[in-house]
């Protein structure tokens, strides 16, 4: 279940040079509000219920996949006394706000964080999060990135060029969503259509200035041969 549109606000959506390609700036509306509904949003499973044409030993596994993690998230998603975030919290605050803001405000299907459905209670060694877009029907791999000083788009493109060109850890990834993501989804993952989305902390740097520092950037002119590259900028 996605974040609600309350958590957080849409500053800016910039169309980049490539028609492929756009950055979205986003900031929480509350950091306290925002880390609650976060943590709500993620202890919510109804969406194991509603899975369609999967088995009932299916089910069980993802839930009991999921309760697991989400005891772990409790204490990872804590203000510090200095109401600051840490690195996990704020990696987790980056990843849940860009997957909302593309499954609320653009329509893209939903697909739980790679935390609930693999194995690993936390650090798994994929994606961070995935959605489809529906109008393409396209596969969509995020990788979010938090840095508590600078803007972490470099972070967040040159993991996702290295996990997709030297360790293809996308095509890894479509095990644990094969009962997940429609069909053609699949097939075109299969045909190479596919596309990535960077998430990142940012700071108050001017829209564009961080529209030009990205479209320099080579990790990202590495990925614009793929469908669709989306930037998520999160103020925090």
Not at 155 to 181: C, N, P, T, Y
Request: net charge negative.
């Amino acid at each position: 279940m996605p974040v609600p549109k309350t958590a957080y606000n849409i500053t800016s959506i910039i169309q980049m040079s490539d028609p492929k390609a756009k950055l979205i700036r986003i900031e929480p509306t509350d950091l306290t509000i925002t880390l609650r509904e976060i943590y709500h949003s993620l202890s919510d499973l109804c969406w194991i219920n509603n899975l369609p044409n999967v088995s009932e030993m299916f089910k069980l596994s993802i839930s009991a996949r999921a309760e697991k993690t989400i005891g772990e998230l409790g204490s990872e998603l804590k203000l510090n006394p200095d109401s600051s975030v840490s690195s996990s919290a704020g990696e987790y605050i980056v990843s849940e706000l860009a997957r909302s803001t593309v499954v609320n405000d653009f329509g893209y299907m939903d697909i739980p964080l790679a935390e609930l459905i693999k194995q690993k209670v936390k650090g798994n060694p994929g994606f961070d999060f995935f959605v489809v877009n529906r109008d393409t029907v396209v596969m969509i791999f995020g990788e979010a990135k938090y840095d508590a000083s600078s803007n972490a788009y470099n972070r967040a493109l040159s993991q996702i060029e290295r996990f997709v060109e030297e360790e293809g850890k996308d095509v890894l990834d479509m095990m644990d969503l094969e009962h997940l993501v429609p069909e053609k989804s699949k097939e075109n993952m299969a045909g190479g259509k596919k596309g990535y989305i960077a998430a990142f902390s940012s700071t108050s740097i001017p829209d564009d200035k961080l529209k030009e520092n990205i479209e320099n950037n080579k990790h990202y002119q590495a990925l614009l041969k793929y469908e669709e590259v989306t930037c998520v900028a999160v103020s925090i």
